[in-house]
């Protein structure tokens, strides 16, 4: 039902026409509006070129999850006219340049059409060959701005913000939003039937993708060494941290850095770029996606098994192999928890919003420090990629970082027989030293082999056997250390139970409602972490059926709860979504209730 | 099983000018073959960070895997050391020294873990101009994993197990200066009168220090016909210079005649000595290098010696401009641009 502050508009445009900053325009001016709004770039692993598409979700609920059916379909590019025309939902609207008049093949009797000469109006306007192709971008925002009601002072604030600096651009640019906003209400009705109304829902909340985010997260959580190998869709985060850190951790005086990003070779030279790092005590990370997880898994390894920390970011991506470099999944997750060879077992988190990017980023560094492991955050391209609505990011002054177990030079000289693999405090977590802190004390051999309790080469089987189950012991430990899960819906009278993770957040909440609305009560809870908690255990022993969401093929987290919880696998039902697309609530609300029906069907 | 320990019994060992002595500097018994040059390169290690009076503690040792990278636990006992993966110690050395430039990094590494699995790593670390002593104790061989022939066997060369080398061979002091290393020398893990010296210069050099070290594999590479073996080396040795390296605070003393010695001044101050040099050898002409270089490999022979320095050259933490304060010393307080800031970047996305 679309309606007011309710309908879903998808931009088709062409990679590289700077359509981008037009149709950011389009959604902040929503955002600023007090709009519930969420935005997705579905793009191709394509520089220039290829088509484009910005989908926007417009939402006074609040349910910032996509939607299927698209209301709008705003046409720029010729290339994908056919499946953009029939993507439209019946009674739907499609804008599209009518300089050149549209073949009859692509007319639908069940939709609205509203052609807008973009080329030519600028074309009469504007005399630069450059201009002309950009403010195309900027003549639709005006057009959509009558069409949707959008406000004008909004708009124009939001150009000045963006040209600041380069004031010259505001006039042409304000011109080219006239061009559209006047041609729509010279040639049609407006505004139309669903449009946008004021609201008060986003104040106080900030609109910022998660590798930005994240990145953040990294800078207040004291990453110093940052190494890194481009890959989409983790670059922009590595972009985000350098930016913010050459303003913020830059000597104004001396020019000097209080970081080092360094541009790897490739994945596995950056992951021991960070394993050397924080072997030594500073603090880093490095950001990937797939491919290079697979690379790292190795040296993921090492890191485990020698109790080095270290952070990695996967924003996932859709796979196996190359994928869909440019499509979002949660494909990754048995990969990271058990990557490398060997039994090992890795601290995963699972941030849903920017907030948590921020927020758990910044704690993988003390977990990471406290357990002496690789701590992953697994992100996803949906999150990394997109702009989400989202409280805004926090940092509470006077935090401080939690280093660990690491021995100073005046608590060496009291320690008598230490050890680097002792688990003195019998909670599987040694003290550790870094390189340089006494001149007698505390230096000991790193090695990835097998070692006893003062890092010393053994095949001895008791020996690999300790060293192995306190490795164990250290993991049950970070059960109790790793971020709770969260929990929604009706506590009391739910019948069933849902899993979920990352960033099925949004439609997962949407899903919630939708099935309480058909008298389907449900509780959810969010995973924010593995290893699995009391709590989450709890919950799956609560219900005699939960249904895990997930994005990606296998079933991934199901298959890790059913390994770690030894979890009768009848009980823990597959919703799945892989088609590289972030997830919908319909979809799950689909595949839950289809699902409740056949088995009351079967049971009756 | 050999012991590479000096054999020093004496009550009053010497001391070096920190009071330490040379068994402050060894390690654990060598598990290696009897022989192995690898136990030779190691006691020329030990001897060479006695005589610079380096402290122990602020030496950093990291390897990779193979024979060769087990030797970190055989020198220098009260050093952190690092055996990483194969062929990736660059790696993690290169984060080790961006998280503090205070220390010495020492690096060792085998034919096989740097010039196949690590060699992507290898010239990238070189290329960044990593500050480090990168020792490549090269026996042409796998040793490790029983004999396969390496990416720096000979062509021709027939290998213990029988069958020829049909591969040309990486000639890693070639690449090194190819790519801009600065300090490039070669030696033999059996002439410790050169090799102590060249130790000693490239841990005083500021910036990427390569040395390839020929080390004889006993058990698999030392077969009349390997130009990694003994004989063959001590027969094609071909010593570019002698050499003296005189640290900091040592008084310098010209008992050399002018027209044989030549010195080179590092950046800490110390020298190094070149003596008996060859006719028109100069360590500072690259070109010169890569010649003599070649017309070596052509009439099989190896030059050992110090073959190039570049006193010019400006290490990875100056290059990216990293502050003096090592970066695991950095507190919140450097770290966390704070709440306020935060504060601003929220109002940024609003
Ligand atoms: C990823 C990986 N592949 C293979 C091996 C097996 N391996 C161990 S040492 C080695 C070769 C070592 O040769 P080199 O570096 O020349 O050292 P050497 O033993 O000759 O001193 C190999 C292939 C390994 N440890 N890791
Ligand atoms: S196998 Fe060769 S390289 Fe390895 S320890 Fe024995 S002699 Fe040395
Ligand atoms: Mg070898």
């Not at chain 1, 940092?395 to 030079?409: D, E, F, I």
Request: aromatic letters at 10%; glycine letters at 8%.
């Amino acid at each position: 039902m679309s309606g007011i502050n309710d309908f879903v508009i998808r931009f088709a445009n062409v990679n590289g026409t700077g359509s981008a900053s037009a149709n950011f325009l389009f959604a902040k001016t929503l955002f600023r509006m007090g709009i519930p709004v969420s935005p997705k770039n579905i793009f191709p692993s394509n520089i220039q070129g290829l088509p484009t598409w910005y989908e926007v979700r417009v939402c006074d609920k609040g349910y910032l999850g996509r939607r299927e059916g698209i209301d709008l379909m705003v046409c720029v590019n010729p290339q994908s006219l056919e499946k953009d025309v029939a993507s439209v939902k019946d009674g739907g609207y499609f804008l599209y340049d009518s300089t050149k008049p549209l073949h009859t093949e692509f007319l639908r009797s069940d939709i609205h059409y509203l052609p807008v000469p973009l080329m030519s109006l600028c074309n009469e306007n504007f005399t630069d060959a450059r201009q002309k192709q950009l403010f195309k971008n900027m003549v639709y925002v005006g057009a959509l701005a009558v069409l949707l009601n959008l406000d004008f002072e909004v708009i124009a604030q939001l150009v000045g913000e963006q040209f600041k600096g380069k004031e010259k651009l505001i006039q042409p640019n304000i011109l080219a939003l006239n061009l559209g906003a006047d041609y729509v209400r010279k040639h049609f009705d407006f505004p139309l039937s669903f449009h946008a109304e004021k609201r008060n829902l986003t104040h106080g909340k900030i609109m910022i993708d998660g590798n930005t985010a994240a990145a953040l997260g990294a800078l207040y959580g004291g990453a110093t060494v940052v190494p890194w190998y481009p890959i989409t869709p983790s670059t922009s985060l590595v972009d985000a941290f350098t930016e913010y850190a050459e303003q913020y951790r830059v000597d104004p005086e001396t020019g000097r850095k209080n970081f080092a990003v360094i541009q790897a070779e490739d994945e596995l030279a950056a992951m021991g770029m960070v394993i050397g790092a924080m072997w030594n005590g500073a603090r880093a990370f490095t950001a990937t996606s797939g491919p290079g997880l697979s690379l790292m898994n190795e040296f993921l390894g090492l890191a485990y098994f020698a109790e080095i920390p270290a952070v990695l970011i996967d924003v996932q991506r859709a796979g196996p192999s190359t994928g869909m470099p440019t499509r979002t999944q949660q494909s990754d997750v048995l990969l990271a928890a058990y990557a490398s060879h060997g039994d090992t077992k890795n601290v995963l988190l699972f941030p849903s919003t920017p907030d948590e990017c921020f927020e758990l980023t910044a704690t993988a560094f003390d977990l990471a420090e406290d357990l002496q492991t690789p701590v992953i955050v697994m992100s996803d391209l949906d999150l990394g990629m997109n702009d989400h609505i989202s409280e805004p990011l926090h940092w509470q002054n006077g935090r401080t970082y939690n280093r660990g177990k690491v021995l100073s030079a005046e608590e060496l000289e009291q320690t008598k027989g230490w050890g680097r693999y002792l688990d003195v405090d019998h909670d599987g977590v040694p003290y550790r030293t870094i390189p340089g802190t006494h001149p007698q004390k505390g230096s000991y051999f790193t090695r990835g082999s097998s070692h006893d309790e003062y890092s010393r080469y053994t095949e001895d089987a008791d020996t690999y056997v300790r060293i192995m189950d306190r490795l164990l012991l250290k993991f049950h430990k970070a059960a109790t250390l790793v971020p709770e899960p969260e929990f929604y819906g009706d506590d009391v009278s739910a019948e069933f139970g849902i899993i979920y993770f990352g960033t099925t957040h949004h439609a997962a909440m949407e899903a919630l409602d939708m099935l309480s609305a058909v008298d389907l009560t449900a509780y959810a809870m969010r995973l924010k972490a593995f290893p699995f908690s009391q709590k989450v255990r709890q919950f799956t022993e609560r219900f005699d059926k939960i249904y895990v969401i997930e994005q990606n093929r296998d079933a991934q987290m199901r298959t890790l709860l059913i390994n770690e919880l030894e979890i009768h696998p009848e009980r823990l039902i597959k919703v799945l979504n892989y088609d590289g697309t972030p997830i919908t609530a319909d979809l799950i609300v689909h595949k839950i209730s289809s699902d409740i029906h056949s088995s009351t069907l079967i049971r009756s | 099983m050999t012991y590479i320990r000096p054999a020093f019994h004496h009550p009053a060992l010497p001391q070096n000018e920190l009071g330490y002595t040379r068994k402050d500097y060894e390690g654990s018994i060598s598990t290696l073959c009897a022989g192995c040059g690898h136990d030779s390169i190691s006691a020329a290690i030990v001897e060479a960070c006695f005589e610079l009076n380096i402290e122990p503690h602020k030496v950093a040792k990291l390897s990779g895997i193979g024979c060769s990278s087990k030797t970190p636990a055989y020198f220098l006992n009260q050093s952190h050391g690092f055996n990483s993966v194969h062929g990736r110690m660059p790696s993690v050395a290169t984060g080790a020294y961006l998280a503090n430039t205070d220390l010495l990094y020492l690096g060792v590494s085998g034919d096989g873990d740097s010039a196949s699995i690590g060699m992507g790593q290898f010239v990238h670390a070189i290329r960044r101009s990593l500050n480090i002593t990168y020792i490549v104790m090269n026996n042409g061989c796998y040793g490790l994993t029983k004999g396969q022939d390496s990416a720096t066997a000979d062509y021709g060369y027939v290998a213990k197990a029988g069958h020829k080398n049909i591969y040309e061979a990486i000639d890693l002091c070639g690449l090194a200066i190819e790519l801009g290393a600065g300090f490039v020398a070669q030696s033999f893990s059996g002439d410790k009168k050169q090799l102590i010296p060249l130790i000693k210069a490239a841990m005083s050099y500021q910036g990427f220090a390569f040395l390839n070290v020929l080390s004889p594999c006993v058990t698999f590479n030392n077969n009349s016909g390997s130009t990694k073996s003994y004989d063959y080396i001590r027969e094609h040795n071909a010593v570019m210079s002698g050499m003296d390296f005189i640290p900091v605070k040592e008084e310098i003393t010209a008992d050399y005649q002018e027209d044989t010695v030549r010195e080179i001044e590092l950046h800490d101050g110390s020298y190094i000595r070149l003596h008996k040099l060859q006719q028109g050898w100069n360590p500072e002409d690259k070109y010169a290098v890569v010649n003599a270089l070649h017309k070596a490999r052509a009439s099989h022979e190896i030059l050992t010696g110090l073959l190039y320095i570049n006193n010019d050259q400006m290490p990875l933490h100056q290059i990216i401009r990293l502050t003096d304060t090592p970066l695991n010393k950095l507190t919140e307080q450097a770290l966390v641009p704070g709440a306020g800031i935060l504060d601003q970047i929220n109002a940024s996305f609003a």
